[in-house]
């Protein structure tokens, strides 16, 4: 048995597919990816610490025709191993050590709340409206943007940019999904360029401007390396909240118990955040490239090829999760590998849980009888998971 990441029933459940071949097997050959897959926690979470598994960055080809695409990855902490990734790492978090995610904490929680009044209010008057539209997408979008300094009239243009590019990351796409992509790389990477020119001559209290004036001895940023970063955090920032909010939810209004248990306990609110994280990953699928011949739970990887660890899968390892395919929003300990794990680990998670909990925190307070109000429509694609559209009354 094996998966096909293009089949709407695997895509709707993929779970089920992940237990069945964790069973058999922690790591195996998967014919349509070309590359192995890590299924259980342990494996995964090899792949992910290994420091003979790296992300090594190969251009997008022909490298003529992705010029900005590739300019982005290239200059990524993501994309980049020590040394290089523990010089961006050490500059990136000095400039957000600067206190942004305590800054912005009361920001977003009113924020939320706001967009939480304003998906009430549609729902009073049409009798539903679509969470997605009216919170899950637009919160992080303004977070970023004001995280960033992005001016409030133009974080309009962030959505689309992300949604493009991080189109490139699925398997199997048309020719005009990688050109839309290389298309909004360029005008996110011209856009940050005169931003972060202007917080040269200008710095404000937001991250650009620090970006821009951090420095280690000598060293600082490249103008490239600052507009990577700033890219980095709208899509890993924008991609993983907006659905981790919408799957959460979706999880939490059918397992009512468990919404019911958020509404009467508002304590309740931060491990329900790792377990809206955990049960419905927003992100399925990460790859690594091996450096040296390295074994991962048996399995050789030999120089050269790639693996992937499967994050669902690793989120329902019944060797760590005691009932794993249980939504449990009181669930402690619980080891997730959402944000990643090793010298990768989210640099933007702390900032991700604050926005995650002010949408939940609104949702329970302000629309303690939320319910679904007809069938949720999900995306089509397997690695980012989530769905397009989540009608609530």
Not at 115 to 123: E, F, G, K, S
Not at 298 to 303: A, D, F, I, K, N
Request: glycine share 6%.
């Amino acid at each position: 048995m094996t998966f096909d990441p293009s089949d709407p029933a695997f895509v709707a459940d993929p779970y089920p597919a992940f237990a069945e071949l964790r069973a058999q097997s922690p790591v195996r050959w998967h014919d349509g990816l070309g590359m192995a897959v890590a299924l259980s926690h342990a494996a995964c979470s090899t792949v992910l610490r290994e420091r003979s598994l790296g992300r090594l960055w190969t251009d997008a080809a022909p490298a003529e025709a992705f010029t900005a695409f590739n300019l982005v990855h290239r200059n990524s902490l993501l994309e980049n191993e020590p040394p290089t990734h523990t010089r961006l790492r050490r500059l990136i978090s000095t400039a957000f050590a600067r206190g942004h995610t305590e800054r912005l904490r009361p920001w977003v929680e009113d924020l939320a709340d706001r967009m939480v009044a304003d998906l009430a209010a549609h729902i009073e008057a049409d009798g539903s409206a679509d969470l997605l539209t009216h919170v899950a997408a637009p919160l992080p979008i303004e977070v970023i943007g004001e995280l960033l300094g992005v001016p409030t009239a133009d974080r309009a243009l962030l959505g689309p940019w992300s949604n493009a590019i991080v189109k490139m990351y699925e398997y199997g796409l048309s020719e005009e999904q990688t050109r839309a992509a290389e298309t909004a790389a360029q005008e996110f990477v011209d856009y940050l360029r005169v931003l972060a020119d202007e917080r040269t001559r200008h710095p404000g209290d937001d991250l650009v401007s620090d970006l821009v004036s951090v420095r280690d001895g000598g060293d600082r940023l490249s103008q490239d390396e600052l507009v990577a970063t700033a890219i980095l955090l709208l899509m890993a920032g924008h991609e993983a909240t907006v659905n981790v909010i919408g799957n959460g939810v979706f999880a939490l209004l059918t397992h009512r118990d468990q919404w019911d248990r958020v509404v009467a306990d508002p304590s309740l609110v931060p491990p329900a955040v790792d377990e809206m994280i955990r049960f419905d990953a927003p992100l399925q699928l990460f790859e690594r490239t091996a450096t040296e011949r390295v074994e991962v739970a048996g399995y050789v990887v030999e120089p050269g090829q790639k693996i992937a660890a499967l994050l669902g899968a690793a989120a329902r390892d019944p060797a760590v999760f005691p009932s794993p395919d249980r939504f449990d929003v009181g669930r402690s300990p619980n080891p997730h590998l959402g944000f990643g794990a090793g010298i990768h680990y989210c640099v933007g998670a702390p900032l991700a849980k604050v926005e995650i909990a002010a949408a939940l925190g609104a949702l329970r307070r302000r629309l303690p009888d939320l319910e679904l109000a007809g069938p949720v429509v999900r995306r089509p694609e397997f690695v980012i998971r989530g769905l397009q559209s989540l009608l609530v009354s």
